[in-house]
């Protein structure tokens, strides 16, 4: 089944969005999150804004519920593996059916039955779906799966159709750009993780001769070399005699390597910070 489920998450999560997968957990696994005697009680319906809305039809049980309702909290945030839920409302009312989960997908996959019939599923894309289905031993969730992979292919060939291709890192379809939205943050913040490593190895490194080794632009280069200067400011305030900490600093704001430092220099860098506080 981990291949099964390695797949499915990010289907559910890129068609009915990451909060919306959560509520759904939580709705879909409620008797395991709160146990069976409470579940059968009461049920979570939606969630807004991290407030997740519980009903009940007995004004007694919410009163109840309303003193667990930070152990609620906890087991669900334990389950989800994140601070998803930040508080509960109880509500008194008729307990309504959980939303089905190939509904909500189906809801937010933007292409009508007619252009669904439309594309054709050739029979290497009907083995790779099977293949991924060939573990799953219940029918009826069989059927549901397939369905559901099935949309998914077509949707796919859908949007090829419309102009868009694979992003470089990961395969998403987009349309505008080299990556997609997710691959460009990751390679953001592996850009900024090694600028950080590079100023603090190379001080007095310029923006021309960073670029050979990162490919970045002026305003990222010009913010992590700021940040780290201010870092190390704060330190110095406190404490002037970490020569590797003053040289760093003295080296970042005047990009001078260490063999032409001078004492003057070092000095009057020194005085620009007491120049700064007095200010």
């Known amino acids: 089944m981990k291949k099964l489920e390695s797949f499915l998450i990010p289907l559910l999560k890129k068609h009915i969005g990451s909060k919306k997968y959560n509520e759904l957990r939580i709705i879909h696994n409620w008797a395991q999150i709160v146990g069976e005697d409470l579940a059968g009680k009461c049920l979570p319906q939606r969630v807004e804004n991290g407030i997740l809305f519980i009903y009940s039809e007995s004004s007694m049980l919410n009163s109840q519920l309303l003193m667990m309702r930070r152990g609620i909290i906890k087991e669900i945030n334990n389950f989800l593996a994140h601070n998803f839920i930040k508080d509960i409302f109880f509500v008194q009312g008729k307990i309504?059916?959980?939303?089905?989960?190939?509904?909500?997908?189906?809801?937010?996959?933007?292409?009508?039955?007619?252009?669904?019939?439309?594309?054709?599923?050739n029979s290497e894309e009907k083995a790779q779906i099977e293949n991924l289905l060939s573990t799953v031993q219940d029918l009826e969730l069989k059927e549901k799966l397939e369905k559901l992979l099935?949309?998914?292919?077509?949707?796919?060939?859908?949007?090829?159709?419309?102009?868009y291709y694979g992003c470089k890192t990961c395969g998403q379809l987009i349309n505008q750009?080299?990556?997609?939205?997710?691959?460009?943050?990751?390679?953001?913040?592996?850009?900024?993780k090694n600028l950080w490593v590079v100023f603090q190895e190379v001080p007095y490194i310029n923006y021309q001769e960073c670029q050979k080794y990162i490919k970045c632009d002026t305003i990222l280069f010009d913010s992590i070399k700021e940040k780290l200067k201010k870092q190390l400011q704060v330190k110095l305030e406190k404490q002037v005699n970490n020569r590797k900490e003053l040289l760093t600093?003295?080296?970042?704001?005047?990009?001078?390597?260490?063999?032409?430092?001078?004492?003057?220099?070092?000095?009057?860098?020194?005085?620009?910070?007491?120049?700064?506080?007095?200010?």
Do not use: R, W
């Open 96 to 121: 309504e059916k959980p939303v089905n989960i190939e509904n909500s997908i189906a809801a937010n996959i933007s292409l009508t039955k007619k252009k669904q019939d439309q594309i054709i599923i």
């Open 249 to 279: 600093y003295v080296m970042l704001c005047t990009g001078i390597a260490p063999d032409k430092l001078t004492e003057k220099i070092i000095a009057d860098t020194l005085m620009e910070i007491v120049h700064v506080n007095k200010k």
């Open 177 to 192: 750009a080299e990556f997609c939205h997710n691959c460009l943050q990751i390679q953001e913040q592996e850009k900024i």
């Open 150 to 163: 099935l949309v998914d292919v077509k949707f796919k060939k859908h949007l090829k159709l419309q102009g």
